[in-house]
C-alpha cells in the first residue's frame, strides 16, 4: 500500500506544484502587466502587421465559439483603428448563427453611428440578426438619424419587423402618423400594441379614437397599452373609459388602468368614485387604491372622517383599508405635533 | 482481517480522491472557456445603452429579511442605488424578531400603504404593506413568519414585473449588478429563465463594496479569506462549467433572477426545504426537461456584490451543515432524475456529480481520515507516504483554487494585488486550516439530514465597524 500511496501522492505533486506556482505567477504578473497597461493613457498605434493579422482574423469564418468571438475583439479592434475595411467585414459577423456574436456586432455598429451602420442596423433587424431588442436599443440611442429608415418598416410584410418599426417610431412623433394609425387595426395583436404605445406620444382627435378604440381590444396586451397611452393623450376626458378597465379579467390591464388613473391626478377622482358602486369586487378595491394614492382618501379623512363616501371607499379597499388610512394620518398628526 | 480492510479502504478513498480531482480539472477546463467566452461577451457591451433603454426589461428585486436589523439598510440602500432602467424594491421582512422592520420605517421615510395583492402563491398572513415617500420604488411588506421561500413567495406576488431577482438581506450590490445580471436575459428572454452569479464573502459587506472594482480589500483574516476562495471555487470553477454544460443546478440565494410566469408556474419556492434555492433549480429544471421545453439557466462570471459570512467558527459550521442538508434534502428530493436520459446533461452529469462530490463526500472525507490514521498508527502506512499523500492534497486544492483565483481576475479584476498574492499563499494550507471546518460541518449537515431536521439555524449576525 506504501508504494501505491506514495507513487499517486508523487504524481500528484509533480503535476499539482508547478500548476500552483505557474498559475500563481500568471496571475500576479497578468495583473501587474495589466495595471501597467492601465496606466498608460495614450492610446497604441497599430502597425501595418498588426492591421494585416486582425483583418485575416476578422476574415476568417471560425467554426469554433472561441474563434467567433476572436473575431469579434479582431473586428473591435480594427473599429477602434478606423479601418476602412470594417462595413465589409462586419456583415459576416451579424449574419453569425450564435445570436450573442450578432448582438456584439450590433453593439459595435451602435458605437460607430455612421449612415451605413445604421443602414445595417435596420437591415438586421428586418433580417432577425441577433436580438431584436438590441437593435432596437441601438437605433434609439442614434435617434434622430434612424428616422427615415424606420418608417420603411411599417410596410414590411412580417409582423415581428412592423412591431418594431412602430415601436421605435415612439421617439418620432412627427413621423408617420397615419401608418402608425392604420397600424393599431393591424392583424397582430402585438403590432397594434406597439402602435398603440407609439400613439401615446402624440396628440390629435385621430390619435385620441385610435386609442379608445382599442381600449375593447380582444387581446389583454393591447389594452394595457391602450389604457397607459389613453391616460397621456386623452388626459381625464378618457378617465371613465379608463376606470372601467379596472374591472378587465386581466390583472396586466387592471395594473395598467390603474397607474394611467394616478397619472391623471385628483382629476380622475370622479371616474373613480362613479366605480365604487360597479359590481366587481376588483374593480371597487382598485378604485379605492387609486383613491388613496391620488391623496382623495387621506384628505377627506382629515376634513370629514364621518362621511359615508369615505365609508364607501374603505368597504371598497378591503378590511386593512381603514386601518392603514388611521395609521397613516396618525403619522401625520405626529410630525405636526412635532413641527409645532 | 483489519490490515486488508485498512488496505482496501484506503485504496477506495484514494480512488475517490482521484476521480474528484480528475473532474474537477475538467470542469476546470470547461469553466475557462465559458469564461473567455463571456469575458469577450462583456467586453462588447455597451452598460450605458442596456442602462438607458426603455427596452431593458424591468425587474422586482425581493429582498426577504428576518432579524437582519445590523446589515438590511446598507442593503436596500445599495439596491436603491442600483444603475437600470425600470426596477422596483420589495423588502419582505419575514417576522423579524429585532428591530429589522423599523430600521427600514426610519431609513427611508415609509408610510402604510394599501395595494391589491394577488394571491398567485400561498404565503402567510400579510400584516401591512408600506411603501416609501422618498423612493417611489420601494416597498416594505411585514408579514406573519414563514421562513424565506415564504417571504420571496410574497415578494412574488406583490411584483409588478416580468422577472423577479430574489436577493440576501446581508449583501451589499455592485451598482451595475442588475444589468449585469439581466445583460444575457435581454437578448433572449424567451429561453433565458434564470440567472445567477458570483459573489464576495466580507465580514463587513460595507466597507468591501465601498472600494471600486480593482480596489476591491479582502477581509484580513485568514478565516475569511478562506470562505471567499469556497466561493470563488465554487462559482468560477463549477457553476460556470455546469454552466457551459446546461446543468447549472444551484441559483444562490444570495443573487437569482427568474423570469416569474416560471416561478408561478412550478408553484414558487418550496417552504418544505430547510433552503430554497438549490430546490427551485433543480424542480424548474426538472418541469422544464420532462416537458421538453427549451430553456436556459446560466450562471455569470460578474461579481455582484459582497455578501456576509460567519465571522465565527460555530457560525460557520452552522452555515455550512445547512447548505449540507439542503443538498441532500434536494438530491435525494429529485432521485428520479438520476442517470435518466431524459433528463439530458442534468440527469447524466448534474445529479451523479452532485452525488458523488457533494452527497456522498463527507462519508468519504470522513472515512479518509479515519483509514489513513489507522492504516498509519497500524504501520500499515509509513508517515512519510502519509506527509506526502497530505502535501499532494493540499497543493492539489491550491491548483485548483488558482485556476478560480485566475479566472476571477480575468473578468473582472476586482482585487488589490497585493490580495491576489495573500489569496495565492494561503491556498495550500487550507487542507488544514479550513477543510477540518468544513467536513465537520458537512458530517453535521449529513447527520441531520438523516435525522430528518429542517429548522433554519441562522447564524447570527455579525458587529459590523461603520463603513
Not at chain 1, 392604420?182 to 382627435?205: I, K, M, Q
Not at chain 1, 394614492?293 to 359615508?308: T, Y
Not at chain 2, 421561500?149 to 449583501?171: F, K, Q, S, W
Amino acid at each position: 500500500m506504501n508504494d501505491v500511496v506514495r507513487s499517486v501522492a508523487l504524481v500528484l505533486l509533480a503535476l499539482s506544484v508547478p500548476a500552483w506556482i505557474a498559475l500563481s505567477l500568471t496571475i500576479v504578473l497578468g495583473r501587474l502587466r495589466y495595471e501597467r497597461r492601465r496606466r498608460v493613457t495614450t492610446t497604441t498605434r497599430l502597425g501595418s502587421r498588426a492591421v494585416a493579422r486582425l483583418v485575416r482574423r476578422a476574415r476568417r469564418r471560425p467554426r469554433t465559439e472561441w474563434g467567433r468571438w476572436r473575431r469579434v475583439a479582431a473586428l473591435r479592434r480594427l473599429v477602434e483603428a478606423h479601418h476602412a475595411e470594417v462595413p465589409r467585414l462586419i456583415r459576416p459577423v451579424l449574419e453569425d448563427p450564435d445570436p450573442r456574436v450578432a448582438t456584439a456586432a450590433i453593439r459595435i455598429l451602435g458605437n460607430i453611428g455612421d449612415g451605413w451602420a445604421i443602414a445595417l442596423l435596420v437591415d438586421a433587424l428586418r433580417r432577425g440578426y441577433g436580438s431584436r431588442s438590441r437593435i432596437a436599443a441601438e437605433l434609439e440611442r442614434l435617434a434622430p438619424a434612424p428616422g427615415p429608415e424606420l418608417v420603411r418598416l411599417l410596410r414590411d410584410w412580417n409582423p415581428v419587423v412592423r412591431f418594431w418599426g412602430a415601436t421605435l417610431l415612439g421617439r418620432y412623433p412627427e413621423r408617420a402618423g397615419s401608418t402608425v394609425i392604420a397600424l393599431t387595426w393591424d392583424p397582430d395583436p402585438n403590432v397594434r400594441a406597439a402602435a398603440v404605445e407609439t400613439l401615446g406620444t402624440r396628440s390629435g382627435s385621430a390619435v385620441g379614437a385610435a386609442i379608445l378604440a382599442r381600449l375593447d381590444d380582444s387581446e389583454w396586451f393591447v389594452r394595457v397599452h391602450a389604457a397607459r397611452s389613453a391616460g397621456r393623450v386623452l388626459g381625464v376626458e378618457a378617465a371613465p373609459t379608463i376606470a372601467r378597465l379596472l374591472a378587465d379579467e386581466h390583472w396586466w390591464v387592471r395594473t395598467a388602468a390603474k397607474d394611467a388613473l394616478r397619472g391623471l391626478g385628483p382629476a380622475a377622482v370622479p371616474s373613480l368614485l362613479a366605480i365604487l358602486a360597479h359590481e366587481d369586487r376588483f374593480a371597487r378595491n382598485g378604485a379605492a387604491e387609486v383613491l388613496q394614492d391620488v391623496g382623495f382618501v387621506d384628505s377627506l379623512a382629515l376634513e370629514n372622517p364621518s362621511s359615508p363616501l369615505l365609508e364607501r371607499i374603505y368597504e371598497a379597499g378591503g378590511e386593512r383599508f381603514r386601518e392603514v388610512v388611521g395609521a397613516r394620518l396618525r403619522d401625520v398628526h405626529a410630525e405636526e405635533m412635532r413641527a409645532a | 482481517m483489519t490490515r486488508e480492510v485498512l488496505t482496501v479502504l484506503v485504496l477506495v478513498c484514494l480512488g475517490y480522491l482521484l476521480l474528484t480531482n480528475l473532474t474537477y480539472v475538467a470542469l476546470v477546463l470547461v469553466a475557462a472557456v465559458e469564461n473567455v467566452v463571456r469575458r469577450h461577451e462583456r467586453a462588447s457591451q455597451d452598460f450605458e445603452v442596456l442602462g438607458e433603454s426603455r427596452f431593458t426589461i424591468p425587474v422586482s428585486v425581493i429582498v426577504a429579511a428576518y432579524d437582519e436589523e445590523s446589515a438590511i439598510v446598507s442593503t436596500v440602500t445599495s439596491l436603491l442605488a442600483l444603475e437600470y432602467p425600470e426596477f422596483e424594491v420589495i423588502v419582505v421582512n419575514d417576522g423579524s424578531r429585532d428591530r429589522t422592520l423599523a430600521r427600514v420605517i426610519e431609513a427611508f421615510d415609509l408610510e402604510p400603504y394599501e395595494v391589491f395583492v394577488r394571491r398567485t402563491l400561498p404565503t402567510g398572513e400579510i400584516r401591512a404593506i408600506y411603501r416609501s415617500r422618498r423612493h417611489r420604488n420601494l416597498l416594505l411588506v411585514d408579514k406573519e413568519n414563514g421562513g424565506k421561500a415564504d417571504a420571496l413567495n410574497a415578494g412574488i406576488d406583490l411584483a409588478r414585473y416580468r422577472y423577479v431577482c430574489g436577493v440576501d438581506a446581508d449583501t451589499v450590490f455592485d451598482r451595475r449588478a442588475l444589468l449585469k445580471g439581466m445583460r444575457r436575459v435581454v437578448e433572449d428572454p424567451a429561453r433565458i429563465i434564470g440567472v445567477t452569479s458570483h459573489l464576495a464573502i466580507a465580514q463587513n459587506p460595507e466597507r468591501v463594496m465601498a472600494a471600486p472594482a480593482g480596489r476591491r480589500p479582502i477581509d484580513g483574516r485568514p478565516f475569511f479569506v478562506y470562505q471567499h476562495l469556497d466561493y470563488l471555487r465554487a462559482f468560477f470553477n463549477n457553476r460556470l462549467a455546469w454552466s457551459r454544460l446546461g446543468f447549472m443546478l444551484c441559483s444562490v440565494g444570495a443573487f437569482q433572477i427568474w423570469r416569474r410566469d416560471v416561478l408561478e408556474e412550478v408553484g414558487g419556492y418550496s417552504r418544505t426545504f430547510t433552503c430554497e434555492d438549490i430546490e427551485l433549480t433543480f424542480r424548474v429544471h426538472e418541469k422544464y426537461l420532462r416537458e421538453g421545453r427549451d430553456y436556459e439557466i446560466h450562471c455569470l462570471p460578474d461579481n455582484m456584490g459582497a455578501t456576509e459570512g460567519p465571522d465565527t467558527v460555530r457560525k460557520l459550521v452552522a452555515q455550512r451543515e445547512r447548505w449540507q442538508r439542503v443538498i441532500d434534502e434536494t438530491v435525494w428530493s429529485f432521485r428520479g432524475m438520476w442517470f435518466r436520459l431524459r433528463y439530458g446533461a442534468v440527469g447524466l452529469i448534474g445529479c451523479p456529480f452532485y452525488l458523488v462530490t457533494e452527497v456522498l463526500a463527507p462519508a468519504f472525507e470522513a472515512l479518509s481520515i479515519v483509514s489513513l490514521v489507522a492504516a498509519a498508527a497500524l504501520g500499515l502506512l509509513d508517515p512519510s507516504a502519509l506527509v506526502l499523500m497530505l502535501a499532494a492534497v493540499a497543493f492539489l486544492n491550491a491548483a485548483l483554487t488558482a485556476s478560480a483565483i485566475l479566472l476571477e481576475d480575468l473578468q473582472s479584476r476586482t482585487y488589490r494585488v497585493r490580495d491576489l498574492v495573500r489569496m495565492l499563499l494561503l491556498a495550500p494550507l487550507d487542507l488544514v486550516l479550513y477543510r477540518p471546518i468544513m467536513v465537520w460541518a458537512r458530517l453535521k449537515g449529513s447527520w441531520r439530514f438523516l435525522r430528518g431536521d429542517k429548522a433554519w439555524h441562522k447564524f447570527e449576525r455579525n458587529v459590523r465597524a461603520a463603513a
